[in-house]
């Protein structure tokens, strides 16, 4: 039987739960084994197992009763409501994103080392080599996001962003996914012009740039 084995726990005991649902282990309106049965059988603790019960019961897919159990209400997911999530999740890392890269990009601005510049730089310049592949732009990208993080001297953001980039990684890919038009010159001159406000130590424009371009991207999703 599968066991979940790496990051997003609950996420990926959601997935096993579902694929076992359409599989028709368990038939509409069926009342699910307890966690104490599932935790086991999917690797992971009991706390894990509720959230992925209360992210398939978010989807539709099963029902929480208190004092009876968990049953299925639906044998599928929709492909448009899967869009629907996959999009809430976005708008929630970007979100997270202004939370922390704004705040390094005014600390950027008046910390920054002409190493740190010259790093912000080479980032930029690689991410614009890589717009052709999804993947690689969003690697690029956010190592070029990280420069200016880095650039903060401030030790705590640095670890949140670093903490945060597997997270971030994921959603970035699922957008590109859902916007077609990415990394054009456009999006290009928004991360210049954020590199130049940290050249010159313009602490207001670091955050209007960044915080800008983000809300941009949060716009389009909702």
Known sequence: MAQVKRVSLADQAAEILLERVKSGEWKLGERLPGETTLAPQLGVGRSTV???IR????????????GAGVFVTALDVSDEWDEVLRRADI?????ARIAIETEAAALAA?????ADLSAIRRALALRDQQRDDPVQLVDADTAFHRAIVAAAHNPILTELFDGFTPRLRHAMIELLHIRKNHADDADHKVHADLLQAITERNAPDAVHESRAHLLKIKAALT
């Open 50 to 52: 509720r959230e992925a």
């Open 55 to 66: 992210q398939l019961a978010g989807r539709g897919v099963l029902d929480s009763r208190q």
């Open 91 to 95: 708008v929630a890392v970007v979100e």
């Open 110 to 114: 008046e910390r920054r080392t002409p």
